[in-house]
């Protein structure tokens, strides 16, 4: 008989699920999103988006996940009585795969820079510099090879001892120190002079500087920093008692990922404003106008590497997800086949992520469809996999799972009103389908035709 892994706690499952919510995209993307999308503005849409759209989407990979009890490419079918519909969970599996394949090159940055930083190469460097200086290290191939196989096996050594030796008890770890860190850089960020400029940035809705464009960048975020699309939240939901409270739960993480955007916020444009450096420096924020912002504090470098340490922390945490979906799939959750499952797979991402990894090195003039591969690996993932992904999910859970069924799972463990089920259930399948058509939309370069559709 196969041997189901189960959480050992509450708080472990919701730990493992945040970090999952809580990655790069939360700590790198949103801070330089909310950016260039005007702050204040764009964060009372991020937290409006969040709970009315992603918090029914949430719930539902729950619900189903626990019903299902089973890997991502057994759920579907199981339920539907129906082994076709198992191509969904096929879906999230691959793009677990590539979406690991690349962002473990960003893991391997991080890992450089603290390297450089504990070597004393980030010293006395101007912005421009530091800008170089990161153009210097993707573009090192043998370097970022290195550090990529360094983040993958940290991962696999994590993931490979299982659910409660392994995730759990890492995330217990991880994110505590996380928030822990991030609140000390918080502090530090705040008592800079000029920091309140930062502060009135990030919480002062100014909707003059709101755009179409940052009203569906913030619909975009308001989904995928939560891992939905990839059945992520249902293999992990899988591992549950019935008697997991799944609204609290879901309730938590939400709570939890929102609170670590705001301090990621916090943290960093305070910081910004004080310098007099732009907010809206995009996607090199973290790796070239930060460290230029902690070069002029005092004890700076100590505050960077902080920095850098959560970042790695949230990095790891979203990747034993990512990877967890893949052995979870393979192994048919039997724990026995685990640990050699793993390493074939955890070896197999590391192996597809090298061409993405060399995009800045040695295959910098490769380009397919005017991207680099790294570029085209992001894009496929970010603005067509997920996408379609949280689509089908959204579909299945609300028009092949009758209804009764749903509230009778969402029941055990906890004492929500049929109310609150049937509003998230109307959302779930009406108005979110519509907003992650709107985002696949936005992300295949037909913003402008949406934007016509409202005016």
Not at 16 to 32: E, R
Not at 43 to 57: I, K, Q, R, Y
Not at 135 to 154: C, E, H, K, R
Not at 378 to 384: G, H
Request: glycine share 10%.
């Amino acid at each position: 008989m196969a041997q189901q892994e189960q959480w050992k706690s509450k708080i472990g499952f919701v730990l493992a699920a945040a970090g999952s919510a809580i990655g790069l995209g939360a700590i790198w993307k949103f801070p330089y999103v909310a950016g260039t999308g005007g702050g204040g503005a764009f964060l009372l849409l991020f937290l409006a988006f969040t709970l009315v759209l992603g918090m029914p989407l949430l719930l539902g990979e729950f619900m189903i996940g626990r019903m299902g009890q089973s890997s991502p490419i057994q759920t579907y079918g199981k339920l539907a009585l129906n082994p076709k519909w198992n191509f969904i969970g096929k879906i999230g599996v691959f793009t677990s795969f590539l979406l690991l394949s690349f962002y473990s090159v960003v893991g391997g940055w991080i890992i450089l820079y603290i390297v450089k930083l504990l070597s004393g190469g980030l010293a006395g460097l101007t912005q421009d510099q530091y800008g170089e200086l990161f153009g210097d290290i993707i573009s090192n191939s043998y370097s970022t090879i290195a550090a990529q196989l360094v983040f993958m096996l940290v991962t696999i050594l994590v993931v490979a001892k299982g659910v409660q030796k392994g995730i759990e008890l890492a995330s217990k770890v991880m994110m505590p120190a996380l928030l822990i860190l991030f609140l000390l850089l918080v502090i530090r960020s705040l008592s800079l002079d000029g920091a309140m400029e930062g502060v009135k940035f990030l919480l002062v809705p100014d909707f003059s500087k709101l755009t179409s464009e940052s009203i569906l960048f913030a619909l975009g975020q308001a989904f995928f920093t939560l891992s939905l699309g990839v059945s992520v939240m249902l293999t992990y939901a899988s591992y549950l008692p019935k008697t997991q409270n799944l609204p609290q739960s879901a309730v938590s993480i939400i709570i939890l990922n929102i609170v670590i955007a705001l301090l990621a916020g916090l943290a960093i444009f305070p910081g910004v404003f004080s310098f007099g450096m732009e907010p809206n420096a995009g996607p090199v924020l973290i790796f070239s106008v930060l460290p230029a912002v902690f070069a002029h504090m005092p004890f700076g470098t100590l505050f960077f590497l902080a920095f850098l340490l959560l970042f790695l922390f949230a990095a790891f945490t979203s990747a034993f997800s990512m990877i967890e979906i893949i052995v979870a799939a393979v192994t048919k959750n039997d724990a026995s086949k685990r640990k050699k499952s793993t390493w074939v797979i955890g070896m197999l991402i590391f192996i597809v992520g090298v061409p993405s990894c060399l995009s800045y090195g040695v295959l910098a003039d490769v380009h397919i469809f005017n991207k680099t591969i790294f570029d085209l690996m992001d894009y496929t993932v970010s603005n067509i996999l997920m996408p379609l992904g949280a689509l089908l999910i959204a579909i299945f859970v609300s028009r092949k799972i009758p209804k009764g069924d749903l509230f009778a799972e969402l029941k055990q463990g906890s004492s929500v009103g049929y109310t609150f089920f049937s509003i998230c259930y109307f959302l779930l399948k009406y108005i979110v389908p519509i907003a992650i058509i709107v985002v696949f939309l936005d992300a295949a370069g037909l913003s402008d035709w949406i934007i016509a559709l409202f005016k």
